[in-house]
């Protein structure tokens, strides 16, 4: 058994860490890219994009993130493309991510008054425009909340990518438990360090909603 100090389990845990953010924030960004290509598709009245995005949205929201990292991971390599566990991991949480954040987007965008839509629709705006420059940025502040919230979520998904070899905190605390017998020691500092990256995030979204309620 290899002797590991505190100090050299918690310095490998971090280094870790360090790759459990960047996933979030890459899969965070990409997603809400795509994710705001898709309102624009759920809300445009067009029937075809409307069908294509309830399904996109019912398979990634209806099935296992788990199952969705395998699929990128193993299936994309039957077409004879390599695949790495970054990149798989990147793909899955950015198509996962996407499909909750159109959905938390199109409620934000529905509960803006029917008038909105209505006085914009008289100043001949085209669809567009209308969502660019009169609905979404009132639909936006009542977003802010959830997407902050939902972030939490998108962070403790990364931590499905350890189960295809991606080295993430998750992955990391297993490695170092196998390596020190250790694992009261190394999963509580896991449970820690997860808890010091979300709750600040929880907190920060209660505050938000806090005070959107207050200005309403």
């Not at 398979?59 to 199952?67: I, V």
């Given at each position: 058994m290899l002797q590991?100090?505190?100090w050299d389990i918690l310095s490998n845990l971090l280094i870790a860490t360090q790759w459990t953010i960047v996933l979030s924030l890459i899969a965070f960004f990409c997603g809400g890219i795509v994710g705001?290509?898709?309102l624009f598709m759920r809300t445009s009245r067009i029937a075809p994009l409307e069908w294509f995005t309830k399904i996109?949205?019912?398979?990634?929201?209806?099935?296992?993130?788990?199952?969705q990292l395998f699929l990128f991971f193993f299936g994309i390599a039957l077409f004879g493309v390599e695949v790495s566990p970054w990149m798989a991991a990147t793909l899955a949480l950015t198509f996962w991510t996407?499909?909750?954040l159109t959905e938390i987007w199109r409620g934000c965008v529905e509960a803006i008054p029917k008038g909105q839509w209505e006085a914009s629709s008289s100043l001949a705006l085209s669809y567009i425009e209308q969502m660019r420059y009169v609905i979404l940025p009132q639909a936006s502040r009542i977003a802010v909340a959830p997407t902050v919230g939902f972030s939490v979520q998108v962070i403790k998904g990364t931590a499905l990518a350890s189960i295809i070899g991606f080295v993430e905190l998750t992955k990391a605390g297993t490695m170092l438990n196998n390596a020190t017998f250790r694992p009261f020691l190394v999963y509580s500092l896991v449970a820690l360090i997860y808890f010091c990256l979300c709750f600040p995030l929880s907190w920060w979204a209660k505050k938000i909603e806090g005070r959107l309620n207050v200005a309403r």
């Open positions: 590991f100090s505190f705001l290509v898709l996109y949205i019912e398979f990634f929201q209806g099935t296992p993130l788990l199952m996407s499909a909750f």
